[in-house]
């Protein structure tokens, strides 16, 4: 569904943030259509197991398992406001292949002068409230990982998750040394829906290692005709991140993407200017990030982790990345502005990719799996040289299967944990 003048489509997740937004009175109408026909291999509710596919070490697989997220809908545009029930269900997320970027990611000055911008806040999740936005995926894994996601309460109630002393939000694997079948985890998803407009991710620390398969996406309804952005995934020892989309038919990039943004588009063994999914193997299309920009795992870690922004606006998708020492000024203060960024880590224009026709009502959601399709199948996992991984992980950790070393070495995982200072969502009344 189209939305030329939607500016950002959000969830009334309470009262409180409809007064704040100073939303007028809302009316039923315009509905949007949850009941169209889903496609045959992701026709199926809560919560079957998947049939798992092949993998390939270049790009990875996936199968669907659609989890409804049901709530009010708010819209916002043009005084065009209405309200509906949307059920949102939930993907797995996407892959890489080896491509080396020869430019560097830029670095804006941190203390860079603030000026007015043209993106509006809407709401921040931090601190003590940071949970209290998203709701605690509990179903089997759609990846097939070896891990046993859990509720809230168990998953406070175990120290899977927690506030710190800073204030940042914690999430962790159980680490008890030797467990059986899978390792405890968590997977949330925001109760905040949107389409079009700028969200930004502070994390301070992310999952990393063999084993690990971290990621903060977003996801919408019929997937994939609603759309998925990848904006930070990896598995294992990889060093270097990749942002993907996954669309429906028509989707494509331009011959020359590459020369507007810092990563480079990968390539596989489909075209990889398309990003349908079904015609490239649920590949999808994805840059990844060979900068250096300590974008990924322990170098992110390593240098207080950074800052991650999507934009999503009428002229494209894009993704940044600043490292901590680099977050400009503006996003420091609430006024981001990507027109003093420089360029993107990932830029995927509108010119064959209406980003409001193949992307709409998104939700974010972190997933910490582990194994799975893509870290865990055994051509990834016997593979060195790729992502800026130099050794297997069958050699670094002298087991022969990922399934079978995280099942016995819980300490393994003491420090693959995310620590999210806040996630903030932006609004524009001219670029949306």
């Not at 990896?234 to 989309?245: C, D, E, I, K, R």
């Not at 649920?282 to 999507?310: P, Q, W």
């Amino acid at each position: 569904m189209h939305y030329p003048t939607l500016l950002l489509t959000l969830l009334a997740a309470s009262p409180a943030l409809t007064a704040a937004l100073h939303l007028p009175a809302t009316k039923r109408s315009h509905a949007i259509d949850v009941n169209a026909p889903r496609a045959q291999k992701e026709a199926r509710s809560i919560p079957s197991t998947p049939k798992k596919k092949a993998k390939r070490v270049v790009k990875k697989k996936r199968s669907q398992c659609q989890v409804p997220v049901n709530a009010t809908l708010t819209r916002i545009g043009d005084n065009n406001i209405a309200t509906g029930t949307v059920s949102s269900p939930v993907s797995a997320s996407t892959a890489a292949p080896s491509v080396s970027a020869s430019t560097a990611a830029p670095s804006p000055s941190a203390t860079q002068p603030v000026s007015s911008s043209p993106w509006s806040h809407v709401t921040t999740w931090s601190g003590n409230s940071f949970f209290d936005n998203w709701e605690f995926f509990h179903w089997d894994d759609p990846t097939h990982g070896t891990v046993d996601y859990v509720d809230a309460g168990t998953a406070w109630n175990e120290g899977l998750i927690s506030i710190n002393s800073n204030g940042h939000a914690m999430m962790k694997y159980d680490t008890t040394q030797q467990v059986s079948g899978a390792r405890k985890a968590v997977r949330i998803q925001g109760n905040l829906v949107f389409t079009g407009g700028m969200v930004i991710m502070d994390a301070y620390h992310m999952p990393y290692g063999c084993g690990t398969w971290p990621a903060w996406w977003q996801n919408g309804p019929n997937w994939p005709y609603g759309g998925e952005i990848d904006i930070l995934e990896g598995v294992n020892a990889f060093t270097q991140n990749q942002v993907s989309l996954h669309t429906g038919s028509g989707c494509r990039m331009p011959g020359n993407q590459n020369d507007n943004q810092y990563g480079s588009l990968t390539t596989g063994w489909f075209d990889s200017y398309n990003c349908a999914s079904y015609e490239t193997g649920n590949e999808g299309c994805g840059v990844r990030d060979g900068s250096g920009a300590a974008s990924y795992g322990k170098a992110f870690n390593d240098v207080g982790g950074g800052v991650y922004a999507l934009v999503w606006q009428k002229t494209g998708i894009s993704a940044y990345f600043f490292p901590r020492a680099n977050i400009p000024a503006d996003i420091n203060a609430d006024q981001p502005d990507p027109s003093k960024w420089g360029e993107p880590l990932a830029n995927f224009p509108a010119d064959n990719c209406n980003p409001y026709q193949y992307f709409y009502n998104h939700f974010s959601i972190f997933t910490n799996t582990l194994c799975g399709d893509w870290a865990g199948a055994d051509s990834v996992w016997n593979y060195a040289g790729y992502a800026g991984q130099s050794q297997s992980c069958a050699s670094i950790t002298g087991y022969s299967t990922c399934k079978d070393y995280v099942l016995n070495e819980g300490s393994a995982f003491n420090d693959a944990y995310w620590e999210v200072g806040y996630v903030k969502y932006f609004n524009s009344t001219t670029l949306v």
